[in-house]
């Protein structure tokens, strides 16, 4: 992956749009760009974004606010490629833990966080509204350290 700029955004919303149920807006994305955030991006040899992760760190924490893989590149180990190598900068970086929110009715992102070493450590409940209704979040954390992991 490399870094994420501005003149990523639009094929970025473009996936977001493409393949998440709450779509973050154009500005969601350019406020972590400018907060300095790590945002990645996944591209084709020929320069075409296919996915992307955003990771928030606060002191020795991080939160993982987004990930994404363009429709039809899904299912061929790109997800976890980049939860892998995002968690490699958090790593760098000596934090501690990485936490996330998710949708409890994402069983895909759900099953790959599980992979990748994260497990559950709590819920909100109806923490997703919209018009259709609510829906809690599952709360979920990975250890970076071997003694803390889980
Ligand atoms: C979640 C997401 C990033 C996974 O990316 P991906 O490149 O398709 O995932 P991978 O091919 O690396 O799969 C890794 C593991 O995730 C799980 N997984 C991925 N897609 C799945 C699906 N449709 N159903 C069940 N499990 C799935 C599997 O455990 C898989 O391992 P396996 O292939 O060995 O069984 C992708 O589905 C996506 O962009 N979804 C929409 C956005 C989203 O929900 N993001 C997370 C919340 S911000």
Wanted: contains cysteine.
């Amino acid at each position: 992956m490399r870094a994420m700029t501005q003149a990523d955004v639009d094929a970025v919303l473009a996936i977001e749009q493409a393949v998440q149920r709450f779509p973050w807006t154009r500005g969601n994305f350019i406020d972590v760009l400018e907060s300095g955030y790590v945002c990645r991006v996944n591209e084709t040899d020929s320069g075409e974004i296919r996915g992307y992760a955003i990771l928030m760190m606060a002191a020795d924490e991080a939160e993982l606010l987004s990930i994404g893989v363009a429709q039809a590149e899904q299912r061929k180990g790109l997800g976890r490629a980049m939860l892998g190598e995002i968690l490699g900068a958090a790593r760098e970086r000596n934090l501690q833990r990485v936490f996330l929110e998710v949708h409890s009715s994402n069983v895909a992102a759900i099953a790959l966080y599980r992979s990748a070493g994260f497990s559950e450590i709590g819920a909100r409940r109806d923490y997703y509204r919209n018009a259709d209704g609510c829906e809690d979040a599952l709360v979920m954390a990975c250890g970076l350290k071997d003694e803390s992991n889980g």
